[in-house]
């Protein structure tokens, strides 16, 4: 009978899950760790050095932690991830460079602000844009979801937006833009580390910045206001600012990009700086990791999600039964694959995680995983409706229950059929777990945005990225096709 089949595939589904849950099911509970979140690619304020991510917010917080006792955790993210983060109770606070605004103020409170900052602009030398009057009509580059942003789109025009000011900056130095507006202490970093490009006279906009902590943390935030108030009395604060900055506010030891004389030194000299220097290459192998561990994780689970799901909606197209089952199931498979990827791994993360301490690995294996079920669901069902029909009867007519005829006589055909577009769906995935960053993972594709923010070049990194892609799915591809023949030995 159809139940058969579905009630042992949901017994499956409901122990892999119970094992998710019970890995992740308990709150939050009081702990002796502070958890900062931020975008490390704003020097001087927070950028890498090697493993460790340092800079003034950084180190602000790292001895506010240390004065308090308590332990600190520093998570990269994307910045418009980094508030989320705070008020979703999966971080204590944020420090990256935030600039207090009213609208920021009603969605969280702000430490005493530490710094005053303007919003420069940086040109390409001898280029369209002279000055700020000639930015109507220009291509303007911003990082996403910064004041830079929020200024030129009120003010100006709709920017072109950037996940991070490097890449806005990369785009400028090759043509794609025509400035880039940014805050000055990282501007300044990003003009002596690239020839070419310089920062107009002036600020379009000045700012404050703070750091951002939950309405619903009033003690954290007394906190954090009495120990900076004690950090400036007694000096720390002033010598956090000297390690990064000169006495006319200029970022110290930038090391400027050496002129060289033909395309393979540039070559060599990039690979140095890019994989050798520093152990760099590390970022890519510990995010190739990651990326097959939540890959071939959320295959499983999307497999088990999928073949659950063409199973009932199967057995309701034949029989007419598992009404209700069927349309949860349809309700289901039109949310996930109606909605973005990462916004649903957004959502999993801050909302239906929100409240628990779970791993940022799980997390992202759910999402994908539930994500890709849908998928698996609709190729798997197309593979058994695609089997003739009278095979089920044939089956049935020999004395063959319908678990046991689909078991082993409709799912082998169908597996054979749909092989290619479930091999076509796994890759797909591998290639959607890139927007991991967005919750703080260190994927692979995070690992070269973190050597591209410490060493400026936006070309070596990427390209490394996309070949490490590439050769896991030629790989991948080459599997496949051995499988595909090995079944095709039944047909001959």
């Known amino acids: 009978m159809p139940g058969i089949v579905y009630r042992k595939w949901l017994a499956v589904l409901l122990a892999f899950m119970g094992l998710f849950l019970t890995a992740c099911g308990e709150k939050q509970e009081e702990r002796s760790k502070l958890i900062m979140v931020t975008n490390a690619t704003f020097p001087p304020y927070e950028f890498y050095q090697g493993d460790r991510i340092v800079g003034i917010d950084a180190d602000m917080v790292s001895e506010i932690a240390r004065r308090n006792n308590l332990d600190l955790v520093i998570e990269d993210m994307a910045f418009d991830s980094v508030i989320a983060a705070v008020q979703t109770g999966k971080a204590d606070v ?22 005053k900052a303007d919003q420069v602009i940086i040109v390409r030398e001898n280029g369209a844009v002279a000055s700020s009057a000639d930015l109507k009509g220009k291509r303007i580059g911003v990082q ?8 030129v789109t009120s003010n100006i025009q709709e920017p072109e937006r950037f996940q991070d000011g490097a890449l806005a900056v990369a785009s400028l130095v090759t043509g794609k833009i025509d400035a880039v507006v940014l805050d000055s202490s990282p501007a300044a970093e990003h003009v002596a580390r690239n020839t070419g490009i310089c920062i107009l006279p002036g600020a379009l906009a000045s700012e404050e910045y703070a750091m951002a902590i939950s309405k619903n943390r009033p003690e954290l935030l007394a906190m954090f206001n009495k120990t900076m108030a004690e950090m400036k009395e007694d000096g720390t604060m002033a010598r956090i600012w000297a390690r990064y900055l000169d006495k006319d506010g200029k970022p110290l ?10 395309l393979w030194q540039r070559m060599v000299n990039s690979v140095e700086v890019n994989f050798v220097k520093d152990n760099r290459w590390r970022y890519l192998v510990n995010g190739f990791f990651v990326t097959i561990e939540i890959s ?13 799901v063409a199973v009932v909606r199967s057995a309701h197209d034949q029989t007419g039964r598992y009404k209700v089952l ?20 957004l959502i ?12 940022k690995v799980l997390v992202a294996i759910v999402a994908f995983g539930v994500n890709s079920g849908a998928y698996v669901a609709e190729i798997i069902r197309s593979g058994i409706m695609a089997v003739d029909g009278g095979q089920m009867e044939a089956g049935r007519s020999l004395g063959m229950s319908y678990g046991t005829t689909m078991r082993s006589v409709i799912l082998p055909q169908a597996f054979k059929n749909v092989l290619p577009a479930l091999g076509n769906e796994f890759i797909v995935l591998l290639k959607e777990t890139s927007v991991c960053g967005y919750i703080a993972l260190q994927d692979l594709t995070k690992g070269g945005d973190i050597i591209r923010s410490q060493t400026y070049d936006a070309f070596l990194p990427l390209i490394m990225v996309a070949l490490t892609y590439l050769v896991v799915v030629v790989c991948l591809s080459q599997l496949l096709k051995k499988l595909e023949n090995h079944l095709k030995k039944n047909e001959r």
């Open 253 to 262: 030891a930038v090391p400027v990009l050496e002129q060289d004389q033909g």
């Open 144 to 151: 996403h979801g910064t004041t830079g942003d929020m200024y």
């Open 296 to 308: 071939f994780c959320a295959v499983l689970m999307g497999l088990c999600i999928g073949f659950l």
């Open 94 to 115: 944020a420090a990256s460079g935030i600039t207090v605004t009213e609208d920021r103020r009603k969605q969280i409170d702000f430490t005493t602000s530490y710094v």
């Open 348 to 359: 999993i993360y801050f909302v239906i995680f929100g409240s628990v301490d779970v791993s």
């Open 326 to 345: 069927n349309f949860l199931c349809h309700i289901y498979l039109t949310v996930v694959r109606g909605t973005p990827v990462v916004v649903q791994l």
